[in-house]
């Protein structure tokens, strides 16, 4: 709360001032892809996940996020500059994780 600096994602202290007075910021979008890469060989455990695409998000409240590309947007149809939204997403084992759509 103190500097205002946001992380993503989140952390228990402040990286630049070391105080714990943190709170949950919603991250406004939308973000502009910055890069991306598709990965065609995965390591171990995500063999069955290929291909998929990581990118680099940049959201205008000065965070990069890096993460996963909803698999529904075809690969031909990524360009960088895209905007893009980060929502949540529910996984196996009531896990959650984030995912990149289209704005």
């Known amino acids: 709360k103190k500097c205002q600096r946001i992380t993503f994602p989140p952390k228990m202290d402040c990286i630049t001032c070391g105080r714990s ?4 910021v919603e991250i406004k979008g939308p973000g502009r ?3 991306f890469t598709t990965v ?3 390591p171990a455990g995500f063999e069955r996940e290929t291909p998929y695409t990581l990118a680099l998000v940049e959201f205008p409240m000065g965070i ?3 993460g996963q590309m909803d698999k529904k947007i075809l690969i031909s149809e990524i360009k960088v500059g895209m905007e893009l939204r980060v929502v949540p997403i ?3 084992n009531d896990r959650f994780s984030y995912q990149f759509e289209k704005a």
């Open 21 to 24: 007075e943190m709170e949950w």
């Open 33 to 35: 892809l910055n890069t």
């Open 40 to 42: 065609m060989y995965a």
């Open 64 to 66: 990069r996020i890096f």
């Open 90 to 92: 529910k996984l196996p």
